[in-house]
């Protein structure tokens, strides 16, 4: 089991950079490809970026695509996602993930409780 925490959302002027942290509680994120995901209010939960085991292969969400970068420190258990020229669209919920395969529509297994960010125009 796996207890991820996600941590650095805030409110942020338009324009601006964030970098959301996700680390879990217990256990460790080596060997789980990694996910990030948002969600807006009245809106069906997003995906915004994922990241392979070792940190060497990513892709994204096309609404965050050059703008977002995922990356992962296994030494430190964390993953991270840089949000740079935020915009209002982007404000939601981001959550974290954790799945035991990487590509495009895996499963994930494991999930944090979420961190706002609000973006304002």
């Known amino acids: 089991q796996l207890h991820l925490v996600e941590s650095g959302g805030g409110l942020v002027q338009a324009g601006a950079s964030l970098r959301l942290s996700c680390a879990p509680s217990?256990?460790?994120?080596?060997?789980?490809?990694m996910g990030w995901f948002r969600q807006a209010p009245g809106k069906e939960r997003e995906f915004v970026a994922a990241?392979?085991?070792?940190?060497?292969?990513?892709f994204y969400g096309e609404s965050v695509v050059g703008r977002f970068t995922v990356s992962r420190d296994n030494a430190k258990n964390t993953v991270f996602l840089q949000m740079n020229s935020l915009k209002p669209e982007d404000t939601a919920v981001y959550y974290c993930?954790?799945?035991?395969?990487?590509?495009?529509?895996?499963?994930?297994?494991?999930w944090g409780q979420g961190t706002q960010v609000t973006v304002s125009s």
């Open positions: 993930a954790a799945a035991e395969h990487y590509g495009a529509g895996q499963k994930y297994d494991y």
């Open positions: 217990g256990g460790t994120i080596i060997g789980y490809a």
């Open positions: 990241i392979n085991y070792s940190g060497d292969s990513t």
